[in-house]
């Protein structure tokens, strides 16, 4: 019996094989070069398709309601097929499974060691107006805007972060300063954990737009800032919990080095800032991010389920912001 490595390969770049049939063998193979492209390249293809790679994110994936064009297991993934199987077999999302050997996944996968499994998902296509719509079970809208956060690490934990503590959408802008990373890369994606598949993300909207249709909206904006000893004529800080998070709110969170473009800080309708120990400058912008949406969350689910007593000494009505003495 011949040996996979001297199967002969026919024109589609699909070859016979003893271990299956179907594996496609040739790294000129369409859906190999789509899979390279999306992983290892970054870029989406023409119909925004984007890859995600590993079990867990190929799971988020196919949970998430987005459109999947194809999912890719190797040689050594085959043992997650029974994990994924459930999810694959669905007639309502028909797509391509194909097989390839570890050694040309390896070509395409962006991770140092691949778990083999990879699937090309289209994000779903989000407007203005879904995002400022009040989902079920939430008592507003409560949104981040990223405006210059260029690290993709970031950008996909910030989106985890404040998906895990309620966010009902996310947009991504460039500030003036930088760009901010795609939160649909692979970096990105891996970071947010999947999140970026399930929140409503409007990307690489202009901000002077962005920030002209929410006043339209009725949201109010929070500028993420930094205590300073020149505030240069900007409003004072307010802490997280003189906040009314119950109210429509963007929280406008900027560059890691630089933050906000000053002209953005002047023009929200608060700043916010974290009160933290002498001899600390700053948290780093995830960081401040998990804080600020915790303080978010802590409102907004007693609100929610107001039978529950709360244990914080500090008042809990939700009246406009007021500064402290």
């Known amino acids: 019996m011949a040996s996979p490595s001297k199967a002969t390969r026919p024109a589609s770049g699909a070859a016979t094989s003893s271990a299956n049939p179907h594996a496609i063998t040739s790294r000129d193979n369409r859906w190999l070069k789509a899979f390279r492209m999306a992983l290892r390249g970054g870029l989406p293809a023409e119909d925004g398709a984007v890859g995600v790679e590993g079990a867990r994110l190929t799971e988020e994936a196919l949970q998430s309601g987005c459109r999947i064009e194809a999912v890719l297991f190797s040689e050594s993934g085959e043992r997650f097929r029974e994990r994924l199987a459930p999810l694959i077999a669905r007639p309502e999302i028909a797509f391509p499974v194909l097989h390839t050997t570890d050694r040309l996944f390896e070509g ?3 991770t140092e060691h691949p778990q083999g499994v990879a699937a090309l998902v289209v994000p779903r296509t989000v407007t203005f107006d879904d ?3 009040t989902p079920e079970g939430a008592c507003s809208p409560l949104l981040v805007v990223l405006a210059g956060v260029q690290d993709p690490g970031n950008v996909g934990t910030i989106l985890r972060t404040a998906a895990a503590f309620g966010a009902t959408g996310a947009v991504t802008a460039a500030s003036g300063v930088s760009g901010t990373a795609s939160p ?3 970096k990105a994606l891996r970071a947010s954990a999947g999140a970026a598949l399930h929140l409503p993300i409007l990307a690489g909207m202009s901000l ?3 920030l002209a249709q929410l006043k339209v909206a009725g949201i109010s904006t929070l500028a993420s800032s930094v205590p ?6 900007n409003a004072p800080l307010l802490a997280p919990w003189q906040v009314n998070w119950c109210a429509p709110v963007a929280l406008l969170v900027g560059n890691e080095g ?3 473009p000053a002209d953005v800080e002047r023009n929200a309708d608060a700043r916010i800032g974290i009160p933290m120990s002498s001899g600390v400058e700053s948290l780093n912008a995830a960081a401040a991010a998990a804080v600020l949406f915790y303080e978010a969350a802590r409102q907004r ?3 929610a389920t107001s039978s529950v007593q709360s244990t914080d000494t500090r008042p809990t009505e939700n009246a406009a912001p007021k500064r402290r003495p």
């Open 108 to 110: 395409i996968a962006d």
């Open 131 to 133: 995002l400022v719509r």
């Open 184 to 186: 649909f890369s692979p």
């Open 208 to 210: 002077a737009i962005l």
């Open 228 to 233: 300073s000893d020149a505030e240069d004529g």
């Open 258 to 260: 630089a933050g906000l």
């Open 301 to 303: 689910n007693s609100v």
